[in-house]
């Protein structure tokens, strides 16, 4: 056993994979294709459901199954009307492993998902909340730091990799993201204790991803200071920032927010049906750019480490790039 396989063995034992490196769920992007691309190439593929409807996350896991036979996760978003429908879907396929993203989880989702022999996976954005799940049951964490693509949280990965790993990570697998994009860095979080990583930028522009060519082209040119952060604008409507490549739909989103203010404000809508308005806004924007190709009205989600793209090339090239790098690290 190398070293590395040696320092991932809790992560892929976990997984049941062979390589510790999990593509982050990213919506209208890990569909079938890249997904079953990850697991076939020996990492660990996720499903972003994102606002699926039970009936079409069913198709999709179904769609997966047929591309591989190896284990992959869904994602499924806490604040989805229909969780516990998405739930019961994933029990259906069996599926082994559920990332709960996107807030607290709703009352009785963890142990549904337990029920039927999943294994949960959270994200933690902080100390005390990744203390709370592993003392809820959940038998794995993600932590994100705010380089990634995305929704993001306020600190940097390597912040949180400090304050978090020494802490728990002898008790659960503990997967960090946010701003990996080489095997070094992959090494070192490994050397502090996490179980495995979680790359999304990086896999955007495989070959196997669906994403538009506009979509794929716009990361290539892009670099690090281009993947920039939503601003919020009103202090009375928190937003969660989301990280994208900075164009015309930056712009559009500010304006987006001041309407969303001022319906707020004349009584039209609550602060959940707001925040919610919110989300849908970047769930269209991201289809927009992802499937139509609109990089320029769309949102271009991507974290700091689309700097490292430079070309498409396939999964398996990818991953074994990484793997090369972190091995290469850990022999110096
Ligand atoms: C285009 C894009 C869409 C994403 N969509 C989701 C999502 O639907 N659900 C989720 O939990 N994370 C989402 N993420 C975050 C990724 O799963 C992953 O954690 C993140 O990309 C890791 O950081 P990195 O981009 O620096 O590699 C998204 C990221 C990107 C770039």
Redesign the pocket.
């Known amino acids: 056993m190398t070293k590395l396989q040696h320092l991932m063995q809790r992560g892929t034992e976990f997984l049941g994979c062979d390589v510790a490196i999990m593509?982050?769920?990213?919506?209208?992007?890990?569909e079938r294709n890249l997904v079953s691309a990850i697991s076939n190439a020996g990492g660990f593929g996720?499903i972003?459901?994102?606002a699926m409807t039970p009936e079409l996350l069913d198709t999709e896991i179904a769609a997966t199954k047929a591309l591989t036979s190896k284990p992959f996760g869904v994602?499924l978003?806490t604040m989805h009307p229909q969780i516990m429908e998405l739930i019961d879907v994933c029990a259906k396929y069996d599926v082994s492993h559920v990332?709960l993203?996107?807030g607290l989880p709703p009352k009785g989702s963890i142990e549904a998902i337990k029920a039927f022999g999943a294994k949960v996976i959270c994200?933690a954005p902080a100390l005390t909340l990744a203390k709370k799940f592993a003392r809820s049951g959940v038998d794995a964490l993600?932590i994100?730091?705010s380089?990634?693509?995305?929704?993001i949280g306020p600190v940097a990965?390597s912040v949180l990799a400090q304050e978090i790993l020494p802490e728990l990570g002898e008790q659960l697998p503990i997967f960090v993201?946010?701003?990996?994009?080489r095997g070094g860095a992959i090494a070192s979080y490994l050397e502090m204790g996490a179980a495995g990583v979680?790359?999304?930028?990086?896999?955007?522009c495989a070959h196997e991803s669906i994403?538009h060519p506009n979509f794929k082209a716009a990361f290539l040119r892009a670099n690090a200071r281009d993947a920039v952060a939503s601003v919020q604008i009103d202090p009375r409507l928190p937003v969660i920032p989301v990280?994208?490549l900075k164009n015309k739909g930056t712009e559009e989103f500010t304006k987006k927010q001041v309407e969303v203010a001022a319906m707020l404000d004349r009584g039209e809508i609550d602060m959940e049906t707001a925040q919610l308005e919110i989300e849908k806004y970047w769930a269209g924007a991201?289809r927009r750019a992802?499937i139509d190709g609109d990089v320029e009205y769309g949102s271009?989600?991507?974290?700091?480490?689309?700097g490292m793209v430079h070309v498409e090339r396939p999964v398996v090239d990818i991953i074994a790039k990484l793997v090369d790098e972190a091995n290469t690290a850990l022999a110096r």
Request: aromatic letters at 6%; one cysteine or more; glycine letters at 20%.
């Open positions: 593509c982050g769920a990213m919506s209208w992007v890990s996720v972003a459901c994102g994602n978003i990332v993203a996107g994200f993600v994100e730091g380089e990634a693509g995305g929704h990965t993201a946010g701003g990996i994009a979680q790359l999304g930028t990086r896999f955007v994403a990280r994208a991201l992802v271009v989600m991507a974290g700091q480490s689309v």
